[in-house]
């Protein structure tokens, strides 16, 4: 098997074109964050500081939805093992597409409801 070597602060190879393929057809993406399985509904995939970030909704933790719906934002560099699954979900009512903090770093977003 080969490794791919990379610095901490770089996404894995195809993992941006997984968050797209996701946004467009509203399907969760399963993913190691902070040492626990993650499942979410990502809805922003935009640059800070050179970097890539996701804002998304956290379906499940470790196996358990979360007690209450919120919009999170993750590091697209801190996702391991990301992979497109088959869960579809719904835009969220707290995501703002024309939030202020996307102004010209937007790269994708899902369309309003």
């Known amino acids: 098997m080969t490794t791919i070597e990379r610095s901490p602060a770089e996404p894995a190879a195809g993992a941006p074109a997984i968050i797209f393929e996701a946004i467009v057809k509203l399907r969760a993406v399963a993913a190691t964050y902070n040492r626990g ?31 209450e719906e919120k919009l999170g934002t993750f590091k697209l560099a801190g996702l391991g093992a990301l992979r497109l699954t088959p869960r579809r979900f719904t835009t969220s009512s707290l995501f703002l597409a024309h939030d202020p903090k996307y102004a010209g770093v937007l790269l994708m977003a899902v369309e309003a409801g």
């Open 37 to 67: 399985d993650v499942t979410l509904a990502p809805h922003a995939i935009y640059t800070r500081h050179g970097e890539l970030y996701v804002d998304a909704t956290t379906l499940e933790r470790d196996g358990r939805p979360p007690k």
